[in-house]
């Protein structure tokens, strides 16, 4: 596997179901990120982790939990959704240094439906 | 909220034609301006990308004009092609916020043959 890789690549789950996603970087960078993507709407930053510490939280939802095991690892933990909650939700990584900004990859992406 | 603004929404541009796409962004603080492309049932992709110490850069049929005291900047793609239908994104940052980028709404492009 080279890139972002992230699974499942599509969820339907229950408002009342609890779920992970999962994302692995196979690039050696040091910073990853969650974003949602909804239709007609910019991309959402939800979670930043820089070096396994979590850098942001942009005011979301508590029913959102991310886990940061490592640097190549990165979960977002599902409960009690609702269907406003239903998006693309796409990882992505980057090497950060004091230097400056590098290109953020993104994976293909998880496409969430919540009934 | 610090907010980049896109248009158009959708674009329509025949084989061979110019397509632009525009973006305004408001904190004169942003130093890094990259283009994301995105496929249908892909994740976005860096396309090209400037900072403001240049007023323009290309990479083949891709280039970003960039006009700082307008604080706007924008995508020109020359001869377009059916391949280059995408969805693209502007985006904005800076440099010692940890690589967060603020992006635009997208724009649909289509390029009929």
């Known amino acids: 596997e080279t890139g972002v890789t992230q699974t499942p690549r599509h969820l339907v789950m229950g408002m009342t179901n609890k779920k992970s996603l999962k994302c692995e970087q196979h690039?050696?960078?040091?910073?990853m990120y969650w974003y949602k993507q909804s239709a007609k709407k910019p991309l959402e930053l939800m979670f930043v982790y820089n070096f396994k510490e979590q850098t942001e939280n942009n005011s979301v939802p508590s029913r959102f939990s991310p886990e940061c095991p490592n640097s190549s690892h990165l979960f977002l933990h599902l409960h009690t959704l609702q269907p406003e909650d239903s998006a693309l939700y796409l990882c992505?990584?980057?090497?950060?240094?004091?230097?400056?900004?590098?290109?953020?990859?993104f994976g293909p992406g998880t496409r969430l439906t919540v009934l | 909220q610090q907010q980049v603004k896109q248009s158009p929404q959708s674009l329509i541009v025949q084989k061979g034609g110019i397509s632009i796409i525009n973006c305004a962004y408001e904190n004169t603080a942003f130093d890094y301006f990259p283009w994301y492309q995105q496929f249908p049932g892909k994740g976005p992709a860096l396309l090209i990308a400037?900072?403001?110490?240049?007023s323009e850069k290309k990479e083949g049929r891709f280039t970003i004009s960039f006009n700082k005291s307008a604080k706007q900047f924008s995508l020109h793609i020359m001869d377009s092609q059916p391949g280059d239908s995408a969805t693209y994104f502007c985006?904005?940052?800076?440099?010692?916020?940890?690589?967060?980028?603020?992006f635009g709404q997208g724009t649909e492009l289509s390029v009929k043959p």
């Open positions: 992505a990584s980057s090497q950060v240094s004091s230097g400056g900004v590098d290109t953020q990859y």
């Open positions: 690039l050696g960078h040091n910073a």
């Open positions: 400037i900072r403001p110490d240049v």
């Open positions: 985006a904005a940052s800076k440099g010692n916020q940890g690589g967060k980028l603020i």
